[in-house]
Each structure stands twice: as structure tokens, then as C-alpha cells.
């Protein structure tokens, strides 16, 4: 089930970005809208939950980009570790952690996107190019990532909730 | 005298009988001696209020009705409304579309080999890349390092193919490159993507004339893209006089922000298709 459900809510977020975020001019350079759904899943979910999902979204995402195939994967995986290393010292509950893990997550990748490039020997964008697109997915952080934040708090506490029901209806000797 | 029995039976016969003649009086001759004005003063004030009550129910009654039912034929024609400007908007939308379909196909008949029409579905998720997605496939016919092109130029090549979609790697991709000709000279060079909007014209020697506005074909020679297809203007060239190349940069002259079909050439030059992602 929650299979299913990570895999929709990726998809979802998938289509978002690439089918309709186009489309909005004043949107163009909106941030990865995975980065916090790997965020929620390393800040929250055990290790052997988050690694296969964030892999999963990883591929998609490279077969969808026209990057290096590996550049979205390894986001994620540094993310992913990253975020866990934070949550290990820092309450993950916390919205500021929560918006500042996810504003790391966009500079991470915008930093392993420019590097590929870098390394890939093409004429690199211009600074002025390169600093307007982060600015942008800053802004798009700001000012969306608290809200993110909340419903990421409310989704774990659903989570837990659910599974605290899952656990209370099963049998003792099936726990 | 009388027994009381008598007596009852004997008023009964009395009273039936002046009723009786009452009635055959007031039936032949109607009347209501004086007493129906009086009687009528004092009840028509609460028979108007009652009548006025009754009536005032009824058209609140009525009324209350009658605003529902306008509420709901408004309800329904704004839904009409609706749906005849959506209908509008969707031919509006189907005009256009019809337009670039027809600029297509009057493209798509000039052209050297067969060439199928693909919609364009998604776009890069990355702002660093300028790749999009589009709705055929391998199963029609599509394969890496064919050319995509639309009326206006060249949009990009198939980079990757699946059953039903294919990622088309457009021009202005950072690895994308075309082997150009500047069309009144001749002069050769690569494009290269470098922006949302603009390419560059690579390895352009500095003595080859050039002029903001020429127009840049491509040259054919990297085996991808058919020779003659307008690929832009040249927007502007910086030079100095050490320089061995000039720096050109070339406005595109399709509009990709606002691509939405491209035509995939399905048979291009023989030459192996090259892949350069």
C-alpha cells in the first residue's frame, strides 16, 4: 500500500513539474518538487523504506532530464544521507530544519548540475544565467517550503498514527 | 294545566314552523334587515387581514418558488455560459492548433524524406537542460538521432526512444551541436546550445564575413540534420583582433518556449546517427 502510495505521490509531483509548470510562465524555474519528498522520507521514514524510493525517483527523473544520466540520483542520495546526518543531531520535527533541508537539497543539486556541466566541457552557463535560476528556486523555497514543512509534520503524524492503528489491530503473536 | 311533555312538543311544532316561515319569507324577498352592514364592519377587517395573511403567504410562497427556480435556471445557464466559453476557447485553441498543423504539413511536404508529426508532452524537470518529451515513439518508426524540425526551423534531434514517447534534445541544449552554414556567405561553423534563447556559431575564423541578421542552415555534414534547414539569424559577433574564431551568437529561429508540435524526419542522411548525450 504505501508502495503505491509513495509511487503515485511521485508520479503527481512528476507530471507537476514537467506538464504543467511549463506551461505557467511565472513558474519557470521552480525548484525540484521531489527534493521534498526525499527530504520527508529521509527526515522520517526508516532507512530501508526511504533508500529503495529515492533511488526509484532518482531513475525516473534522470530518464525524464535531459542531464547526465545519474544527476537527479545523485542529488538524492546526498540529500538523503545529508538529511540524515541533520536529523541525527537535530530534530527533523523542527519547519526551520525542515525548510532548510530543503533549500540545501535545491543548492545541492543546482551545485551537481553545474559541476556535471563543468566537467562535461560544453560552455558553461553564464554566471548571470546560473545565479537567476538559484535565486529563483530560492524564492520558490521561501516562500513555499514553509508550508511544505507543516503538511510534511502532519503527514508523519498521520503516518504514525495510522500505523499505531495497524499495530493495535493485529494480533500479539503477529507483531 | 299542561304537562311539560306537552309543552316541549308544542314549542318544537312552533319553532319549526316560524322557521319554516322565515325561511320561505327571506327566500322570496332577501333581506338581512339592517344587521348585514354592521355584521360586515365588524368582520370585514379581520377577513381583509386574513385575506391579506393568506395572500401574502401565497406570494412569498410563490415567489420563494419562483426566485428558486430562477436561482436554478441562472444556475443553468451559467453553466451553459461556461460551457459555451470553454467551447469557444477549445475552438479558439483548435484554430491555432489547425494553423500550426497546416503550416506543418505544407512544411512537411517540402521536405526531403517522410516526417511524422509528434506532439510535444513534457519538458525537461531540470533548468539546466532543454530536453522535452514528446508523444511518438519507437512504434512509429522513431530512433535515436533523428531530426526534429517545425516550419520555422530546426527544433532538436531523438535522443531516447521508448515504445510510445520519445526525449527530443533540443538546439539550445548546452550538448547539443549543429554543423551550420551561414546562408549569404557560406561560411561554416557548429551551433551550439547555450541558453533558454540563444545558440552560438563555434569556430567561425575571424577573416569569414558576417553580419548581424544573416541567416544560419544547416550544413548537412553531421549526418543528422538535412542540409538547408534554417537554424537562425545571427544576433550578434564579438571580435578582437587577436581572436582566432569569432564569438557569434545566434537567435533560434523557432520560438521554444511557446513549441508545442514538432515533425521527426524519419529518414535522414544515411550517415550513422550520432549520439551525443
Redesign the interface.
Known sequence: MRFFFYIAICLGLVVFQTALIPRLPAMGNFFDLLLPLVVYLAAFRPLHESVPFVVFFGILMDTLSGGAFGLYLTSYVWLLIGVRLATSVIRADNPILLVTLILAGVLLQNFIFFGALAAAGPSLPHSGDALRVITEQTGWVLLVGPFLAVFMRHARRFMRKRMQRADAGQPAGAR | MFSKKTVLIFAGILLITVNIIFLTITIRRPTSFGLGRVMIAFAAPFQDLASRTVKGARETWQSYFSLVSVAEENQRLRQLLGQAEEGSVLLRELDLENNRLRDLLAFQRSLPHPAIAAQI???????????V?IDKGAADGLRKGLPAVTSRGIAGQV??VSAHQA?L?LII???SAVDALVQRTRSRGIV????RDEC?LDYVMHEDDMRVGDGVVSSGFDGVYPKGLLIGTVAAINFQGSDFFKEVRVSPSVDF?TLEEVLVILKPTPRAPTDR?
Open positions: 508532452i513534457a519538458k525537461d524537470p531540470s533548468a539546466w537542460f532543454n530536453t518529451i535522443v531516447d526525449k534534445m541544449d548546452r550538448n551550439k546550445g547555450a541558453d552560438y518556449d548525450k
